[in-house]
């Protein structure tokens, strides 16, 4: 039996932690960290996400700034938006929710955020500074998944990680954080020869694919820890929506030494990196260490 990850209690502890971090910083720094989001047009999950990290943000004592945007907004009027908000001291981070309307280029807008400012860490510099191990703002995903791999296995240096899927928010950045922690690292996707068995050499297995339990528990190695990134929304044979991972649980639980469950695994920990990411910008931008 594998012990459960539990990402919901975690990433309650990190809030506790960065709450803690945010009262002080407002004593003895006179200084109330601030996240503005960007969301343009209607897309009901994002409305869902936006919401849940206003109020995230503002449980924690930090400042939350939306600003919802007409999905007809032109190019012009966004950048104008991200560019003030780039000038605006009380904004230590910013993040533009994606996808955005097709008209607008998630690149651009991207990359014209401040990148210190950048607390997505999508930015192409902040892509680059984390590819050479320098300090960067790092993909909440990610970042979570490596938080939880060190709490559950403390040092992860020679371990076998296997990251399936390579995509540029979770599958490579995970690539760099598990090479940064010494790791030997195999990047498997969907052209990927034989990949049961690659998954099979696998020490720790991150499944990023966004494939509903693609990956099953006799590709898992007995005793590896898995931490499984998809959400994914199917139809059960009765009928009724269910949220699952990337991994077959019933399946891969038994097999593996830790797992995260879908859900209450990787997702409550994105919200709470963001918000972590929001702190670190914030210090850094007024030179507290
Ligand atoms: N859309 C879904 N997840 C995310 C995220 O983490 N950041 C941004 N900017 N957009 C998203």
Redesign the pocket.
């Given at each position: 039996m594998a012990s459960i990850i539990d990402g919901k209690a975690f990433a309650q502890g990190l809030r506790e932690q960065i709450a803690t971090e945010v009262s002080e910083l407002k004593a003895n720094h006179g200084l109330t960290p601030g996240l503005a989001v960007v969301l343009v047009g209607e897309d009901p999950a994002?409305q869902v996400?936006v919401r849940n990290k206003a109020k995230q943000t503002e449980e924690v004592g930090m400042n939350s700034y939306e600003h919802r945007l007409d999905a007809n907004t032109s190019r012009e009027d966004l950048m104008a938006l991200v560019n003030q908000l780039n000038n605006d001291d009380r904004v230590n981070g910013i993040?533009?929710?994606?996808p955005l309307p097709t008209h607008l280029d998630d690149k651009e807008v991207i990359n014209a955020i401040n990148v210190e400012k950048d607390v997505?860490g999508f930015h192409i510099l902040n892509v680059g500074r984390l590819s050479i191990g320098e300090n960067s703002l790092v993909p909440?995903?990610p970042s979570g998944c490596i938080m939880m791999l060190k709490d559950q296995l403390g040092d992860l240096s020679g371990l076998n990680a296997v990251v399936v899927g390579r995509s540029n928010i979770v599958g490579k950045p995970m690539v760099q954080l598990l090479l940064n922690e010494n790791c030997t690292v195999t990047v498997a996707h969907s052209r990927t020869k034989n990949l049961p068995d690659v998954c099979r050499g696998a020490d720790i297995l991150v499944a990023a694919v966004g494939r509903a339990e693609m990956i099953k528990g006799d590709w898992v190695k007995p005793g590896a820890t898995v931490i499984d990134v998809g959400i994914n929304r199917i139809t059960t044979d009765e009928g009724k929506n269910k949220l699952v991972g990337d991994v077959e649980f019933a399946t891969a639980e038994p097999v593996s030494g830790a797992i995260t469950p879908v859900p209450g695994g990787v997702g409550p920990m994105?919200i709470a990196c963001l918000l972590n990411n929001t702190l670190i910008a914030a210090k850094r931008q007024n030179n507290i260490s």
């Amino acid at each position: 039996m594998a012990s459960i990850i539990d990402g919901k209690a975690f990433a309650q502890g990190l809030r506790e932690q960065i709450a803690t971090e945010v009262s002080e910083l407002k004593a003895n720094h006179g200084l109330t960290p601030g996240l503005a989001v960007v969301l343009v047009g209607e897309d009901p999950a994002s409305q869902v996400y936006v919401r849940n990290k206003a109020k995230q943000t503002e449980e924690v004592g930090m400042n939350s700034y939306e600003h919802r945007l007409d999905a007809n907004t032109s190019r012009e009027d966004l950048m104008a938006l991200v560019n003030q908000l780039n000038n605006d001291d009380r904004v230590n981070g910013i993040l533009v929710q994606l996808p955005l309307p097709t008209h607008l280029d998630d690149k651009e807008v991207i990359n014209a955020i401040n990148v210190e400012k950048d607390v997505d860490g999508f930015h192409i510099l902040n892509v680059g500074r984390l590819s050479i191990g320098e300090n960067s703002l790092v993909p909440c995903t990610p970042s979570g998944c490596i938080m939880m791999l060190k709490d559950q296995l403390g040092d992860l240096s020679g371990l076998n990680a296997v990251v399936v899927g390579r995509s540029n928010i979770v599958g490579k950045p995970m690539v760099q954080l598990l090479l940064n922690e010494n790791c030997t690292v195999t990047v498997a996707h969907s052209r990927t020869k034989n990949l049961p068995d690659v998954c099979r050499g696998a020490d720790i297995l991150v499944a990023a694919v966004g494939r509903a339990e693609m990956i099953k528990g006799d590709w898992v190695k007995p005793g590896a820890t898995v931490i499984d990134v998809g959400i994914n929304r199917i139809t059960t044979d009765e009928g009724k929506n269910k949220l699952v991972g990337d991994v077959e649980f019933a399946t891969a639980e038994p097999v593996s030494g830790a797992i995260t469950p879908v859900p209450g695994g990787v997702g409550p920990m994105t919200i709470a990196c963001l918000l972590n990411n929001t702190l670190i910008a914030a210090k850094r931008q007024n030179n507290i260490s």
